[in-house]
């Protein structure tokens, strides 16, 4: 054991402790949702407001709307998680790459409650998750606090002006400029808000830290540095830990399997922070891995003169993990190939509002599809990403920043990176690093400085930053300038990241190798699902037409490529660890190709490519696109599968016996002209037959990854593909040609779901001929009705062309498909009755049950 002295004016409000518990007598400590009950006020837009490239910086004085006695009875009422930006309207005229909503602007939230008297002299603390952004609190009327940076966690110090056993009122102003996004940032409260209550000697923010430094077969020491915080007088505390394990739900599973009962007392001065460690040994440990997330939990007891004073619960996983030159990201002990998507933060029709069921189902989409990894592009996640990352079983590496010093848009970061930087990544590691599944810290994204000369110093400052806070994992970043692999910046990280490199990979190796090297961003490759045009061509410029991109998965923008193309370089060159492809879904905003996003100029190494280029972002930032969304995505916006998630599937999940034909096959239109057909699959050569008569066997060559028939003439019918793997008939696929839409069918992915006021069931609407088959070019409209107790909250279809609300209750099927998303309502439980109707097919409908806990 030993112990440090720190006085509390180090970080600020920078002390939270980072779980709830509470001990058996008394909740010695409280964490209480503090969502509900808002009053929002967004100030009146401004004509033109998004072109005056205003941050619009707003301080700590005196402001009307913060005042207690201010009537705010005329604001909407309204519960945080909170994304003004959603609601809209889209318009055409706002810049055209991040989502055209009106994500931008000033407003205020405000809440009223009150605390029981027993609350004096405890700590009373506001933790807000996030907040789109500049945001400033004040509680009574008075100035307690802000932060800017809205991906960022953080608190607020309310106890000196919390009136315990009378009313009270927290307002929060943000201000989020416009020009300070490459993507839909959101706007609002949007993640979740909590009321922490502490004695004045308790467990610090983030005041947890497990480590698990040797770890056997037969044991795992397991090491809980705790971090106490003693707001009160002088004290001398006493610090026991038990670490029980963990079921599949997080629930304790029997008695504790290790303990470390309290030494003798601990002088904790008043004004201080105390901390100390403890080392504890569990025998024959469960490892965390993704395909088994074992994890326990370390529960801290504090007292004071025998009176519990903190508990809380730190959940951790016993896992090893090491990055190797030649042999990759080793996992225990054992190669573990990197399968990885990058993710934006927005969850499509939901808008940035954090909602825990619709990041579980675009995990478990991902899980199927094969992918093991995250990389939370650009900034840091939701902690509930990194809960259900722990629980699910996915390696995540956590990003802090995508600009540095040196902007990329006028109001981004870089207008706070030499003031908050260090608070900013020191408060992400701090939270997210007792998770398993974390593996890396990212310190960030494309930044321009690659070509500075000297820029490469600013990256090992943030490193050992990180190194300082975190020493058990590595830091890494995203370089999209190759001279990164040659020019000291290669040095300032521990794992080196390429992203659209994989022609370099060797020549990097060749050059240091002794640093383990990463595909930190691959592939950009850009679809629009369900959409084939024609003639197909490998040019990967091509495949556009009507604001769309066509399905083939050939095409990409310059600096990027198809999908097989980083494939090779990785089976070329096995020492890379893996990859993390842009992106597992479409998100708001970005729409290239047809965007004006001209920081990837830095993959241009030569100038007169790099001038062409400029010149043709240039004149796109002169047209009017009708795009929302990107079209990045393996997944689209809706949560629908495009083509490609048969492709990595295929790679990514070899043992399973699959097979995807694309196109579809109603094209009426072609008969008689030549419709290349493709065919995913994970065998390894198969045969294709049009109505009956084969089109011939084809064998996948080396660093082939898709079977190509490009010569099929078109006739309706039923295209057919038998796959074999090893000689042995593997899978098969098979497409129709279908009649015209003749009715709906619905699905829901959940049926049962709980009456908490936050979860959801995703329905899905197929438009069906008579035999019920999907009909692939249908976009009937669709109307949508619920009975019950629960309410539409979204709709979508995936087409990132479409502008219509997604809080509309009506919505056009695109390419066949449509999605209504039902929220229950809390407290109350009930059947539900979603019915979808169109004109000339009728109506369908689907039962919910909404469930109490």
């Known amino acids: 054991m030993f112990r440090r002295l720190f006085p509390l004016v180090a970080f600020g409000f920078l002390s939270l402790a980072g779980a709830t518990a509470h001990a058996a007598e008394a909740p010695v400590r409280e964490r209480i949702a503090f969502n509900a009950d808002w009053r929002f006020h967004k100030e009146a837009f401004r004509e033109n407001e998004f072109l005056k490239g205003d941050a619009g910086r707003s301080g700590p004085a005196d402001q009307p709307n913060a005042q207690p006695g201010f009537d705010d009875s005329a604001w909407r009422k309204l519960s945080v998680p909170h994304d003004w930006g959603i609601e809209g309207p889209f318009r055409q005229e706002y810049p055209n790459d991040t989502g055209k909503l009106p994500w931008w602007g000033t407003a205020w939230y405000r809440k009223h409650f009150t605390l029981p008297a027993t609350d004096a002299g405890r700590r009373v603390y506001l933790d807000i998750d996030g907040a789109m952004s500049n945001a400033q609190v004040w509680i009574n009327g008075r100035h ?42 959101g706007g609002g409260i949007y993640r979740n808000v909590w009321l922490v209550k502490t004695a004045p000697v308790h467990v610090a923010q983030y005041g947890t830290f497990v480590t698990t430094p040797l770890v056997t077969k037969a044991s795992a020491t397991v090491n809980v540095e705790v971090t106490l915080d003693n707001r009160g007088a002088d004290a001398e505390v006493q610090v026991a830990t038990e670490i029980y394990a963990l079921d599949g739900a997080g629930k304790r599973t029997g008695p504790a399997v290790a303990s470390k009962a309290p030494a003798s007392p601990w002088k904790a001065p008043a004004g201080h922070q105390v901390q100390l460690t403890q080392a504890l040994t569990v025998a024959n440990p469960r490892l965390w891995s993704t395909a088994a997330p074992q994890r326990y939990v370390a529960v801290t007891t504090v007292t004071d003169k025998g009176r519990v004073v903190d508990v809380v619960e730190t959940p951790f996983g016993i896992r090893t993990i090491a990055f190797d030159a030649e042999r990759g990201f080793l996992l225990n002990g054992t190669r573990l190939t990197i399968n990885g998507v990058c993710q934006h933060h927005d969850l499509g029709a939901l808008g940035a509002a954090i909602n825990v069921r619709a990041l579980e189902r675009q995990l478990e989409i991902l899980r199927e599809m094969g992918v093991n990894a995250i990389r939370t592009s650009h900034n840091p996640p939701a902690p509930e990403l990194l809960d259900l990352a722990d629980r699910l079983g996915f390696v995540v590496v956590a990003e802090a920043f995508d600009i540095w010093g040196l902007k990329k848009t006028p109001n981004d970061y870089h207008l706070h990176f030499a003031e908050w930087h260090e608070k900013d990544l020191r408060a992400m590691i701090r ?111 091509k495949g556009q037409a009507n604001f769309h991109v066509s399905s083939y998965d050939l095409s990409a923008p310059p ?37 004006s996003d001209s920081t990837n100029l830095l993959n241009f190494t030569d100038p007169a490519q790099r001038q062409r280029m400029a010149q043709q972002l240039d004149s796109l930032k002169k047209i009017a696109v009708p795009s929302r969304s990107s079209y990045f995505g393996i997944v689209d916006l809706a949560g629908f599968k495009k083509d490609r998630f048969y492709l990595y599937q295929a790679r990514w999940r070899p043992e399973l016996p699959m097979a995807h034909l694309l196109p579809h096959w109603n094209w009426p239109e072609r008969v008689g002209q030549i419709t290349p057909v493709h065919l995913y699959t994970s065998g390894d050569e198969a045969e294709l037959f049009l109505n009956g008569q084969s089109l ?8 082939e990854y898709r079977l190509r028939w ?79 107790p629960g309410d539409i909250i979204a709709t979508d279809n995936g087409d990132p062309t479409s502008f219509e609300s997604f809080q509309s209750r009506e919505r056009n099927a695109f390419n066949g498909l449509a999605l209504a998303i039902v929220r229950t309502r809390a407290g109350q439980a009930g059947k539900l009755v979603l019915t979808a109707t169109a004109d000339g097919l009728g109506s369908a409908k689907v039962m919910l049950e909404s469930k109490g806990p």
Do not use: C, M
């Not at 975190?470 to 020019?487: E, F, I, K, L, Q």
């Not at 011939?696 to 660093?703: E, N, Q």
């Not at 619905?746 to 936050?758: C, E, F, N, V, Y």
């Open 144 to 185: 307690v606090g802000g932060w800017p940076y809205g991906y960022a966690s953080w608190r607020v110090d309310l106890t000196p002006h919390v009136k315990p056993g009378g009313a009270n009122v927290v307002a929060v102003r943000l201000d989020n400029p416009p020009a300070s996004s490459r993507w839909y940032p």
């Open 431 to 541: 939270r997210d690093r007792n998770h398993p599944s974390v593996i890396a810290w990212s310190i960030g994204n494309e930044i321009v400085e690659q070509g500075a000369r000297e820029g490469w110093k600013v990256a090992a400052r943030l490193s050992e930053i990180a190194r300082g806070e975190d020493s058990t994992r590595p830091t890494t970043a995203a370089y999209n300038h190759v001279g990164s692999g040659y020019n000291g910046f290669q040095n300032a990280v521990d794992v080196f990241g390429y992203n659209y490199k994989p022609h370099e990979y060797a020549k990097f190796h060749e050059h240091a190798p002794h640093i383990p090297l990463l595909g930190s961003e691959t592939a950009s490759t850009v679809s629009s699902r369900g959409e084939y045009f024609f003639p197909v061509s490998d040019d990967q410029s």
């Open 559 to 595: 600096w990027a490529s198809p999908p097989d193309k980083e494939f090779r370089g990785q089976d070329d060159n096995p020492f890379v660890a893996g990859e993390f492809v842009w992106t597992g879904f479409d998100y708001l905003g970005e729409p290239t190709p047809y965007n």
């Open 696 to 703: 011939g066997r084809k064998k996948r060559g080396p660093r």
């Open 710 to 788: 490009d010569d099929v003439v078109y006739q309706p019918g039923t295209l057919q593909a038998v796959a074999y793997k090893d000689g042995k008939r593997w899978a098969e696929d098979t497409v129709r040609t279908t009649g015209k839409p003749a009715k709906l069918l619905l699905s829901a992915d959940r049926q049962a779901i709980r009456a908490d006021g936050d979860d959801l069931s995703f329905v899905t609407v197929t438009i069906a001929d008579k035999d019920g088959r999907p009909v692939p070019r249908s976009g009937n409209r669709v109307k949508f009705t619920l009975s019950g």
